[in-house]
């Protein structure tokens, strides 16, 4: 059975930082992409960061500077270190994992920045 398994998540003050963990398990064929995504009250789900399997990263426009996405290839984990935190990125924070063969999410975990 595949889980995805999130932490770090939690409130910090503006201008604060948090690091984020999804661990996967369960998973036969390793992650081509790995990634997480948000989706604060009203909004659309969004990307923040994806990395894939031989290090190339994409950031939305709005962490650039900000954020830095890492993997850990052999424990199927991937980091997302936010520093510099603003209330816009308050949000439920979702991990994602891709292959050709299937795509799974985490359930989500809260960030919460207050101004």
């Known amino acids: 059975q595949v889980q995805l398994v999130e932490s770090g998540g939690g409130l910090v003050q503006t201008g604060g930082s948090l690091r984020l963990s999804c661990a996967a398990s369960g998973i036969t064929f390793s992650p081509i992409i790995m990634g997480w995504y948000r989706q604060a009250p009203g909004n659309q789900r969004e990307l923040v960061a994806t990395i894939t399997n031989s290090g190339g990263t994409n950031y939305a426009d709005s962490v650039k500077g900000r954020f830095a996405i890492s993997r850990d290839n052999a424990k199927n984990t991937v980091y997302l270190e936010m520093n510099s935190l603003k209330p816009e990125d308050t949000a439920v924070y979702y991990c994602?994992?891709?292959?050709?063969?299937?795509?799974?999410w985490g359930q989500g975990i809260q960030v919460t920045v207050s101004s």
């Open positions: 994602n994992v891709w292959h050709v063969r299937y795509n799974y």
